[in-house]
């Protein structure tokens, strides 16, 4: 089944301490998307990459940092800059020339 | 800087009743892409349709259809017949062509949560 996988499905910080969202598509797909999705607002870009090993800022990137090592993965890691991570995140993948994004589960950040 | 105003919050209706959700955007380029998406409580974001700048042809898929209009920025759908299942939240969204062409990240409106009654 082609998809794309985003996991944990809940995940928990703690003060201070980075943590990673996991994004994995066997969709071959180019490029992959980060989104943040506050309660009652639309979806925010984080970063985005369009090839491996290549990653543009999006509009609300302080606070994340990505990387690109494989086409199937794109990991986000929330840093301890983040001050308000708690927030639903999305991540989606799109074919070359196709820009159409489609979307995993999400996974849902909270403070402890 | 582009935008998308999806000025409806919430919208209740029972079903069977019509609604038409709006969208309403803001680009300084002559290329773009707008889209659709469905999110349903589950929280994954379903695609529903793309349409480009140069295509402004009305397009129906079933019990839903969009209406997009360049000469007032707009982009709307209007789903016949509603049922339960379609509650949801809608969501606009828009890309401009620019240098990546189009693969820069889509700008989203604020959604509209749809509430169909039985």
């Known amino acids: 089944d082609g998809g794309i996988t985003q996991s944990p499905k809940y995940l928990f910080r703690k003060e201070g301490q980075n943590v990673t969202l996991s994004c994995e598509q066997n969709?071959?797909?180019?490029?992959m998307y980060w989104y943040r999705q506050d309660p009652g607002q639309g979806l925010r870009l984080i970063y985005y990459s369009q090839i491996v090993n290549d990653f543009q800022k999006g509009d609300i990137a302080e606070g994340y940092s990505v990387s690109r090592e494989k086409k199937e993965s794109f990991p986000l890691t929330v840093t301890s800059a983040q001050k308000n991570p708690t927030a639903f995140y999305l991540c989606?993948?799109?074919?070359?020339?196709?820009?159409?994004?489609?979307f995993g589960a999400g996974t849902r950040l909270s403070v402890l | 800087a582009q935008k998308v105003t999806q000025a409806q919050t919430e919208i209740s209706v029972v079903e069977k009743e019509d609604v038409t959700l709006d969208c309403v955007y803001e680009?300084?380029?002559?290329?773009?892409?707008l889209f659709w998406y469905k999110q349903p409580p589950s929280g994954e974001l379903v695609f529903l349709i793309r349409?480009?700048?140069?295509?402004?042809q009305n397009e129906i898929s079933g019990r839903y259809s969009w209406n997009f209009q360049k000469s007032t920025s707009s982009f709307n759908f209007t789903i016949t017949a509603s049922q339960v299942v379609d509650s949801a939240v809608y969501f606009c969204?828009?890309?401009?062509?620019?240098?990546?062409?189009?693969?820069?990240?889509?700008?989203f409106g604020k959604g509209t949560h749809l509430i169909i009654q039985p």
């Open positions: 349409r480009n700048s140069f295509d402004e």
């Open positions: 969709l071959n797909h180019d490029a």
């Open positions: 989606a993948s799109s074919p070359r020339f196709k820009n159409i994004q489609y």
């Open positions: 969204a828009l890309s401009e062509a620019g240098a990546g062409g189009g693969a820069d990240g889509l700008t």
């Open positions: 680009t300084r380029d002559t290329t773009y892409y």
